[in-house]
């Protein structure tokens, strides 16, 4: 009985230490799911502030409300911007599908074209009022 005890107070507590740093429900899953967030407000933020590589080529210099979802070793990600810019990357060209985002966030959209605009590593769409992209892992090349 002691060890349940024991358990639940840690529980308490590491859930006591993540309220009080001022973390979301959305950061607190992630904690707990290997995944990882980010927001930023500009272009410039993005790019300093990118989570372990540089802000995909794609995302144009004049991007607002960039948002970042990807697992902790950054094997799946989606990106989303506002903008009403074409995408920055010139090396980009429209192409099929090769495969639907490998991780969930509640901001990307519910369906996905057949033909998408490939970027690089990335495989990216419209969206209203900007794009939203995936990473796509290079080996289903």
């Known amino acids: 009985m002691k060890k349940i005890t ?4 840690l529980t308490a507590a590491a859930f006591t230490a993540l309220a009080l740093t001022g973390c979301s429900a959305t950061s607190i899953k992630d904690a707990f ?4 967030e980010e927001t930023f407000a500009t272009y410039d933020e993005a790019s300093d502030g990118w989570a ?4 995909p080529a794609w995302i144009p210099t004049d991007g607002t409300e960039i948002r970042s979802r990807a697992t902790g070793d950054l094997t799946a ?3 989303q911007v506002m903008t009403e810019s074409d995408p920055a990357d010139t090396d980009c060209g429209t192409t ?3 495969e639907l985002p490998g991780i ?3 901001w990307q959209p519910e369906e996905y074209p057949d033909d998408i605009i490939r970027c690089g590593d990335w495989e990216i769409m419209p ?8 990473y ?5 090349d």
């Open 6 to 9: 024991a358990l639940a107070a």
């Open 136 to 140: 796509v892992r290079p080996d289903t």
């Open 127 to 134: 969206i209203e009022g900007g794009w939203f992209g995936w």
């Open 33 to 36: 799911s290997d995944r990882h």
């Open 104 to 106: 969930g966030a509640d």
């Open 96 to 98: 099929a599908r090769t």
């Open 77 to 79: 990600r989606v990106a």
């Open 52 to 55: 372990a590589d540089e802000i």
